[in-house]
């Protein structure tokens, strides 16, 4: 069946060039979930989309960083003028529903970033 | 703030043994912990999950212990196998009643022949 989907699987850029992650949740899923894994760590949370609304945007890093869901499905995290320290890999989850239950968080493959 | 920690980065074990993967977290008002498994270059994938109201809850040689009392959680993987070798996360929730969660930094599970 078709899980979370992610585009590109790799990405290598140069500092200060902007550049746009995609992510296609499963069918159906309502919430969207936005992470940034570096090296050897954790996950860390960015984003939050509740159907095209972003209720918590509390983990993006600076205002380099924004993303967008538009029709309750795809969704895209766009960083502006990218550092070095911007490299990791971004995940993207989907549950069925983010709100007033716990729900499996499905991931996606995530996508490779390397800024030069 | 809510918090979650490991208490090692890599675990090695001897295929068939058993592994024992532990975490802590902060907030005692946490209801629900789950853990993740991420293998190289995949999104982690859930593995099994537990409530507050329970101290143990076990899925296919898997098992996982909550003790509320010292804010400890762990993850046994019974007669450990070549394919369990991956990055355990546990996760608890940023906001109860959500599935917003705070994962903690992973511990690398390494299986030896």
């Known amino acids: 069946g078709a899980g979370v989907s992610q585009s590109p699987s790799n990405k290598v850029t140069e500092k200060g060039k902007d550049v746009e992650l995609r992510c296609d949740p499963i069918?159906?899923?309502?919430?969207l979930y936005w992470y940034r894994q570096s090296l050897g760590q954790g996950l860390e949370f960015l984003i939050y989309?509740?159907?095209?609304?972003?209720?918590?945007k509390s983990g993006l890093p600076s205002d380099r960083f924004s993303a967008e869901r538009t029709g309750g499905s795809v969704s895209t995290l766009t960083i502006q003028r990218t550092q070095q320290e911007d490299s990791a890999v971004y995940l993207c989850?989907?549950?069925?529903?983010?709100?007033?239950?716990?729900?499996?968080?499905?991931f996606g493959p995530g996508t490779r970033l390397t800024v030069l | 703030g809510e918090s979650v920690g490991l208490h090692l980065p890599t675990l090695s074990v001897q295929e068939g043994d058993n592994s024992i993967i532990n975490c802590a977290y902060s907030?005692?008002?946490?209801?629900?912990f789950i853990w993740y498994k991420q293998e190289s270059g995949k999104g982690p994938q859930f593995i099994i999950d537990?409530?507050?109201?329970?101290d143990k809850r076990q899925g296919q040689r898997v098992t996982v212990l909550l003790n509320k009392t010292v804010k400890h959680l762990s993850l046994q993987i019974a007669a450990t196998q070549p394919g369990d070798s991956a990055v355990y996360f546990c996760?608890?929730?940023?906001?109860?009643?959500?599935?917003?969660?705070?994962f903690g930094t992973g511990t690398r599970l390494q299986v030896f022949p």
């Open positions: 989850a989907s549950s069925i529903t983010g709100t007033n239950s716990y729900n499996e968080q499905f």
């Open positions: 069918s159906g899923h309502t919430a």
């Open positions: 989309f509740q159907g095209n609304s972003a209720p918590d």
């Open positions: 907030n005692s008002a946490s209801d629900y």
């Open positions: 537990i409530r507050s109201n329970m």
């Open positions: 996760a608890v929730p940023r906001v109860l009643n959500t599935d917003k969660l705070i």
